[in-house]
């Protein structure tokens, strides 16, 4: 997908201008959290579920290309065929020509966010094909011919009014009422269960790989991915081996982290193990599968000291409970994946010139981290890549020559206290009347959006107190 | 350690920390050399520039018993982000640092506990706002609370979100600003829709940011640091306001 | 070019491993890190927790003492649901056996179809800490007869409902244990179900609109009720 990240700003004002999509996303900031701290606290001992994730996770890594290698040769004794991609384009073009293999034209596929980073999509259309999102969310998305908002529902930013006029002008259907979400979902339903039943192909991705089976765990709710995989003939899943797992009592866990940071829910209502083609006890599923493991720099993140975040589980609790997210908005953000995962990962998937303002849409307020399941310290992530914005000299260049020099001046002592002590005096005088302004220069960043509150009255504290201190000592 | 802004902007915030602390029975010392604790340049992935700032202050601060803070960002920066800034040596004199380093209000309800107070309760409605570095790396919530009960016989009117940050978050504020804006209305809002009249808080930071939101939208709302309501009914004017 | 990039990716995760380990090695150190803890449970009865939750995942849920029952349970239900007998199930021993006439119900055994309404399948497993009943693809269940249908209809066998989802996979490793492992093995808990418009739940997304578990066995009636009563008012 193109990257749209240096316009992170604009994209944010432009999305802080629409009223009723700023009270859409305040809703959604108030009930997911609201819901996932209910149900991670009906789970019992979940921050106890979250370290043991973390442990097994650490375990995993360690051992990454002996899951890998046991994950590929399980895969391959099922019958699958295994496909290794450095690269987005690579991704693309494997899938492209397993569809051609077929002589394949019609697509169905199920909610992939590596597909979406790849822009698959893109490629297959431009190839003739017919390709399907089945996701009731990526569908209306695709529909409307937009990227995705959310990494879990991409279509929240929708009104059903919007929904609803975007199925009146492309489903030919007549006239009908469509004025309820039970009825649009029923008209989506109806619509694509015939190109469900039609399709050549189905794409899906995977929530885990099981290294000791050679399966993957898909986890939906709608059901439609799992109608993917096992309608078609062929089948294709495109994944990224950090979502490798040693045993399936890992995927358990990871399944319950998952459902309560994502949803609030105990269980999603399908959590399927799919382990290859059509056995022979199997009168269904597909003929053919293949699975894509993606690379696309993980082995370099994996390297470095962003390597955390690829424990990430695309629960989306980060975006939830993230201020600045819930402010702008998912698009603001110009790529794939949005909020704070989105601000580590789109840095470093695509490059941190293009996307240097997302590691400062983050004030440290630390509330990711407190509900991330999987433990990653996401406001320590950005701040490293604030540093290497700076090493980079990326960040404007008066911002960066106005913190050093007030770091330096910090270590001068006297020298700090002569000037503040002046400058807050002469501010306490002008603004004593008012008690703040509405204007103050180099300051413009700050009084745009509010006034500038004078200094007390009297002169700084250190001042003051050194006063007191000469007069005897008298305090308070 | 009398945080910069206070020192720059709200003295007696700082004056006010000295006599509580006083009042529980502390020998109090604000020492000369004293600045700030690098969190700009640090926030701002400056580290190079926060460094030496850091090392200033683990110097300043090491013959000192407890290290006192009337800012939950702060005492954050002192306790949790000075150590991971070093190795060997100086790794050690900041975990020496940071384990002496206390926020106000948990000093005051831990450490050294205040006496009852011998004045009138405070005849205003109080809603508080926890900061995040406060709430999220030093533990402190229920304390602020409990010395407003004790201290002025406030019952705090709480926010809906109150774990939700107001949009400050240093240079982020002058850096984003149309961010930082929205969620200091939201805040702001919350804080109306709460039926205070005084809002109070932690840090600085936060309540500068949002007084000068809030005088910009002309709301009818005190804003105060915790410290100057808890050492005794507070005359001058609220932050951001001016003198009648 | 395929191969270079399996190698390379290989090489490089190699790299970043302190020391090759052997596979006994690496085994011992994740026996150490052992399971996780399940999901505290509803009631402290496995099936009254099993019927909770099934109910908090919008199915709905029936006791039967026997096959008989379960059969009639069925009849019942595709009766008033659809003023119909048919139904379709998998090619299961176990549902061949049940006396189909008692309950007035007839089945026909294969994959479903577009145009059927009901399927039935037979759970190897329920999950008590998630509500969840197991199938496995194949003859005896087609993997599209848990989806395709509006009404998806599971029996499960008392006996076969397991605490938690650690416990339900080592019954599953057990019976893949001789090299069968199907294509597929489900964990379903639920009618399908969305929430991606205006973030509002909705029933019946792309599977069934409808799931309906009969518990087969002798459970008290009021493990039923009991597990009701957790629930908010209907």
């Known amino acids: 997908m193109k990257v749209a990240s240096q316009d992170f700003l604009q994209q944010a004002h432009e999305a802080l201008r629409a009223k009723d999509k700023v009270e859409r996303r305040d809703l959604l900031g108030q ?41 590929e040769e399980a895969a391959v004794a099922h019958g699958n065929q295994v496909h290794f991609a450095a690269t987005a384009e690579q991704l693309n073009s494997t899938v492209l020509s397993i569809c051609q293999t077929h002589n394949a034209r019609r697509v169905a596929k199920g909610k992939s966010m590596v597909t979406e980073e790849t822009g698959l999509n893109e490629l297959l259309l431009k190839a003739g094909l017919e390709v399907l999102e089945t996701d009731l969310g990526e569908y209306i998305i695709q529909q409307a011919g937009e990227a995705p908002s ?32 039970s009825d649009i979902v029923e008209e989506a339903r109806g619509v694509l269960r015939e190109r469900f039943l039609a399709a050549d192909v189905g794409i899906i991705g995977a929530n885990a790989l099981i290294a000791e089976h050679g399966t993957t765990m898909l986890v939906t709710n709608e059901g439609n991915g799992d109608l993917c995989a096992n309608l078609p003939p062929v089948l294709i899943i495109c994944t990224t081996f950090e979502r490798l797992l040693p045993r399936a009592e890992d995927a358990m866990a990871l399944q319950r982290l998952l459902v309560r940071s994502a949803t609030g829910q105990s269980h999603t209502c399908y959590t399927s193990f799919y382990s290859g083609p059509r056995r022979e006890d199997d009168v269904d599923g597909p003929l053919e599968t293949h699975i894509i493991l993606l690379d696309n ?57 293009q996307s240097h303002d997302l590691p400062n849409a983050c004030t440290s307020c630390g509330r990711c981290a407190e509900v991330c399941p999987a433990n990653i310290p996401l406001p320590d992530l950005l701040r490293d890549l604030r540093q290497e914005e700076s090493a980079q000299q990326l960040k404007p260049a008066r911002w960066r020559r106005g913190l050093r020099l007030h770091a330096w001046l910090l270590r001068q002592p006297v020298l700090y206290q002569r000037l503040t002590g002046w400058s807050m005096s002469a501010l306490g005088l002008l603004g004593k009347r008012r008690g703040a302004f509405r204007r103050m220069p180099f300051a413009s960043g700050w009084t ?29 | 350690m009398v945080t910069c802004l206070a020192d720059l902007m709200r003295p007696s915030v700082g004056f006010s920390a000295i006599r509580l602390l006083e009042r529980a029975g502390c020998r109090v010392t604000v020492p000369e050399q004293q600045t700030c604790c690098g969190q700009p340049a640090y926030n701002s992935g400056e580290i190079d520039a926060a460094v030496p700032v850091a090392q200033a202050v683990i110097e300043t601060f090491e013959p000192f018993d407890y290290v006192v803070i009337p800012s939950g960002s702060c005492a954050g920066m002192l306790s949790h982000h000075y150590p991971a800034l070093f190795e060997g040596e100086w790794r050690e004199r900041a ?35 926890d900061g995040c570095a406060g709430l999220r790396e030093m533990g402190i919530q229920q304390q602020p609370r409990q010395l407003l009960q004790e201290q002025c016989g406030v019952q705090v009117q709480e926010l809906t979100e109150n774990q939700v940050c107001c949009g400050f978050g240093g240079t982020f504020c002058a850096r984003m600003p149309e961010i930082s804006g929205k969620m200091a209305d939201d805040k702001l809002n919350h804080a109306v829709a709460s039926g205070a009249k005084v809002l109070a808080g932690g840090d600085l930071g936060c309540l500068l940011h949002l007084a000068g939101r809030a005088k910009r939208r002309g709301l009818d709302l005190e804003i105060r640091h915790i410290a100057e309501l808890l050492a005794g009914n507070p005359k001058g004017p609220g932050i951001g306001e001016g003198r009648q | 070019m395929a191969e270079s990039v399996r190698a390379a990716l290989f090489a490089r995760l190699r790299e970043r491993s302190p020391a090759p380990a052997e596979p006994a090695e690496i085994a011992r150190a994740l026996a150490t890190i052992g399971y996780a803890t399940a999901a505290r449970m509803p009631h402290a009865d496995l099936h009254t927790a099993f019927i909770a939750n099934v109910l908090a995942n919008k199915g709905t849920l029936e006791l039967a003492l026997d096959r008989g029952a379960a059969v009639r349970a069925i009849g019942r239900y595709l009766y008033k649901r659809f003023r119909t007998h048919k139904l379709v199930a998998g090619n299961d021993p176990r549902l061949a056996a049940m006396p189909w006439r008692d309950g007035g119900v007839l089945p026909r ?13 037979y759970a190897r497993l329920g999950v008590a800490e998630t509500g969840a009943i197991v199938t496995f693809t194949g003859r005896a269940n087609p993997g599209r007869n848990n989806l395709l249908p509006e009404d998806h209809l599971v029996l499960v066998n008392r006996e076969d409902v397991v605490a938690t989802l650690e416990d339900a996979w080592a ?17 379903i808990a639920g009618p399908s179900s969305t929430a991606d418009v205006e973030a509002q739940l909705v029933l019946g997304a792309h599977g069934p609109c409808r799931w309906h578990v009969i518990l087969v066995g002798d459970t008290p009636a009021q493990a039923l009720e009991q597990a009701r009563g957790e629930l908010p008012e209907a």
């Open chain 1, 31 to 71: 009930f997911m959290p609201a819901a996932r701290d209910a149900a991670a606290n009906a789970y019992g001992d979940f921050d106890g579920l979250r370290a043991h994730m973390k442990r097994v996770r650490g375990h995993t890594t360690e051992h990454l290309a002996h899951y890998l290698q046991q994950f």
């Open chain 1, 150 to 181: 959310h990494i879990v529902g991409p279509a929240f930013h929708k009104s059903l009014a919007e929904v609803r006029e975007l199925f009146l002008a492309k489903h030919k259907l007549g006239e009908r009422a469509l004025e309820s979400v």
């Open chain 1, 297 to 353: 720099k993980r082995s370099d993140i994996l390297a470095s000291d962003y390597h955390e975040i690829l424990d990430c589980i695309r629960c989306g609790a980060c975006l939830n409970h993230c201020p600045i997210y819930i402010g702008v908005g998912g698009h603001a953000y110009g790529w794939v994946y949005p909020g704070p995962m989105g601000s580590v990962l789109t840095p470093l998937l695509t490059s941190l010139e």
């Open chain 1, 448 to 476: 745009s959006q509010r006034d500038f509150p004078a200094p007390e009255a009297g002169g700084t504290f250190m001042r003051q107190y050194a006063a007191r201190k000469r007069r005897g000592g008298r305090r308070g």
């Open chain 2, 95 to 129: 975990l020496a640092l940071s384990a002496k380093t206390w926020e106000l209000t948990r000093f005051l309800t831990e450490v050294a506990l205040l006496p009852a107070p011998k004045r009138a309760a405070l005849e205003a409605a109080v809603t508080y706002h």
């Open chain 3, 109 to 121: 055994f294969g994959a479903a179809e577009p145009g059927d309404a009901a399927a039935l399948s």
């Open chain 3, 171 to 187: 019954k599953i490793r057990i019976e893949t244990g001789a090299g069968a492992w199907p294509r597929g093995i489900q964990f």
